[in-house]
C-alpha cells in the first residue's frame, strides 16, 4: 500500500452504485487500509485524502463505506435508526457473523431496548456522582504529579497517563485491588476487535480467555464494593429498571471503556502541552482553560478514531446511495481536523471552541462517561498547570497500535517543578 493510497475507477467498488440504476453519484473506491500500521504512524494525510475523495468512499480492501468529513460523520451519529449498532460497530456485521463476546447493552443496541440501559447508565454517571468524587480524583491527581515531579524523569504514558486512571477510576469502580493488572490488556482487546481481522485483532482474541475471564468475575455484584460504580449499577436491579442478568453487562461496559480511553486522552493532552510549550505556557497563566485544554486534545489526537454503523435500509448521503447491510466507517479523527468545519485545525489551542467535536461521538450514543473522562482530564491538567514549568520531551516517542484506538506507547518527558 502507499502511504497516501490511490483513488480508483469506482465501478471497482463492489455494490457502490444503485441498484435502480438511477442518477446516483458514483462512489470513490480506494484502495487505502485504516487499520495498517504504516496508516496509524501518520494518519493525517490519508484523513485528508479521505475527506477530499467526496463525503462518502468506498475502501476495497474491508468492503466497506466510509466518511471522513465532519458533515457526514456528524449526520451519521445522529441518524441511529438508519445507521444501526445493533449489527455492531466495529467491520463484523453481527448479522452475519457470530460476536466475538456477547454484545453490549448499550454500545451494540439500538432504541427501544439502548434507551433502558443508557438511562442506568446516565444515573450512574451523573453530574450529581461527579460531585460526590470530584474532591477525590483532584487529590489523586495532585498526589500524582507531586510523585512525579519528585522522580524529574518518567515515562508519561506508562507513569502518568495509565497509573493516574487506575489509581482513581478501579476505586471508583469498586474493584478489588488483585487482577487489575487484567483491565488495559482487555480494553486493548475490545478496541482492536472493532477492526478487521488483521493480526492486532486475532492476537487480541488469541489471548484474550484470561482477561475475560477476570472481567466476568468482577462484574458480579459481590464482587463490587459499596458505593462505587458498579454497585450503583447492581441497585437498579433492586428498583426494577434493569434485570439481574443485564447489572453485570453493563458493569462489564464501564471495564471495557473507561480505562483505556481515558489513558490515551490524557497521553493526548500531555504529549500535545509537551509538543507545544506555548499552549502550555497560556494554561500556566490561566488553569481555569484546564478542562478545555484538555477538550481539545482529545479533538486534536481523537483517543477514539473510527467507530462503524451499519446500514438498516436502501439511504442516500449526500446524494450518492448505499444500500441496506452495508457497513460505514465513521472516521472521528478526520473529521475532528475536517477543515470544512475547523479553522486551522492542525493547531492544538487551548481556547479553541472545542463543542461539536465528535471525539466523544455525538447523538444517542454519546459517551456516557464523558464526565468521568473530562474530571479526570482537567483534575490532571490543572494539577499540572500549578505546580510544574515546563515539560521536555527527553527520549524516543514510541506509538502504540490498536484498531481503534489512537496513542502512544512511550513518552519519555522531564518536568520542571514551578
Ligand atoms: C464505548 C465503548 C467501547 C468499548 C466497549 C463498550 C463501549 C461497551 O459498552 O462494552
Not at 473506491?29 to 494525510?45: M, N, R
Not at 498526589?143 to 482513581?168: H, M, N, Q
Not at 480467555?209 to 433492586?238: K, M, S
Request: net charge negative; with cysteine; glycine share 8%.
Amino acid at each position: 500500500m502507499t502511504t497516501t493510497g490511490t483513488v480508483h475507477s469506482a465501478t471497482e467498488a463492489a455494490g457502490a452504485q444503485g441498484v435502480n440504476g438511477g442518477a446516483h453519484l458514483r462512489i470513490p473506491g480506494l484502495d487505502v487500509d485504516p487499520f495498517a500500521i504504516s496508516f496509524f504512524e501518520d494518519p493525517h494525510p490519508t484523513h485528508e485524502v479521505l475527506r477530499e475523495a467526496g463525503p462518502v468512499v468506498h475502501l476495497d480492501k474491508w468492503n466497506v463505506y466510509a466518511v471522513a468529513r465532519y458533515a457526514e460523520v456528524h449526520a451519521v451519529l445522529n441518524d441511529p435508526q438508519t445507521f444501526c449498532s445493533s449489527r455492531g460497530v466495529g467491520l463484523s456485521d453481527f448479522a452475519k457473523e457470530k460476536p466475538w463476546r456477547p454484545p453490549s447493552l448499550i454500545l451494540e443496541a439500538d432504541p427501544p431496548a439502548h434507551t433502558r440501559t443508557r438511562a442506568v447508565l446516565n444515573k450512574v454517571l451523573s453530574p450529581a456522582v461527579m460531585k460526590q468524587i470530584r474532591d477525590r480524583f483532584a487529590a489523586a491527581a495532585e498526589a500524582k504529579v507531586d510523585e512525579l515531579l519528585a522522580k524529574g524523569s518518567f515515562d508519561a504514558v506508562t507513569d502518568l497517563a495509565e497509573a493516574y486512571p487506575l489509581s482513581v477510576f478501579p476505586d471508583a469502580v469498586g474493584l478489588k485491588q488483585e487482577g487489575r493488572e487484567h483491565l488495559l490488556p482487555y480494553a486493548g482487546l475490545v478496541f482492536n476487535a472493532f477492526g478487521p481481522p488483521n493480526e492486532l485483532r486475532q492476537n487480541a482474541i488469541e489471548r484474550s480467555a484470561p482477561h475475560q475471564a477476570y472481567v466476568q468475575e468482577q462484574c458480579q455484584r459481590d464482587n463490587l464494593a459499596p458505593g462505587g460504580f458498579g454497585a450503583c449499577i447492581h441497585a437498579r436491579v433492586d428498583s426494577g429498571d434493569i434485570t439481574a442478568a443485564e447489572a453485570p453487562m453493563l458493569v462489564r461496559s464501564l471495564l471495557s471503556a473507561g480505562i483505556d480511553t481515558t489513558v490515551n486522552g490524557l497521553g493526548a493532552a500531555i504529549y500535545c502541552l509537551a509538543r507545544y510549550p506555548e499552549e502550555f505556557a497560556r494554561l500556566r497563566s490561566d488553569p481555569s482553560l484546564a478542562r478545555n485544554a484538555f477538550e481539545e486534545a482529545v479533538r486534536y489526537e481523537s483517543p477514539v478514531q473510527t467507530f462503524f454503523r451499519t446500514t438498516t435500509k436502501d439511504v442516500e448521503i449526500s446524494g450518492y446511495h448505499v444500500g441496506e447491510g452495508e457497513k460505514i466507517l465513521m472516521f472521528l479523527g478526520a473529521a475532528n481536523r475536517d477543515p470544512r468545519r475547523w479553522v486551522d485545525p492542525e493547531r492544538y489551542d487551548i481556547t479553541r471552541k472545542t463543542s461539536g467535536h465528535v471525539g466523544f461521538g455525538s447523538g444517542i450514543h454519546m459517551c456516557v462517561g464523558q464526565l468521568v473522562a473530562r474530571l479526570e482530564g482537567e483534575v490532571m491538567l490543572a494539577a499540572l498547570s500549578r505546580k510544574v514549568a515546563s515539560i521536555q520531551i527527553t527520549g524516543e516517542v514510541k506509538r502504540r497500535f490498536n484498531n481503534t484506538l489512537r496513542g502512544l506507547d512511550s513518552l519519555p518527558i522531564t518536568l520542571t517543578p514551578a
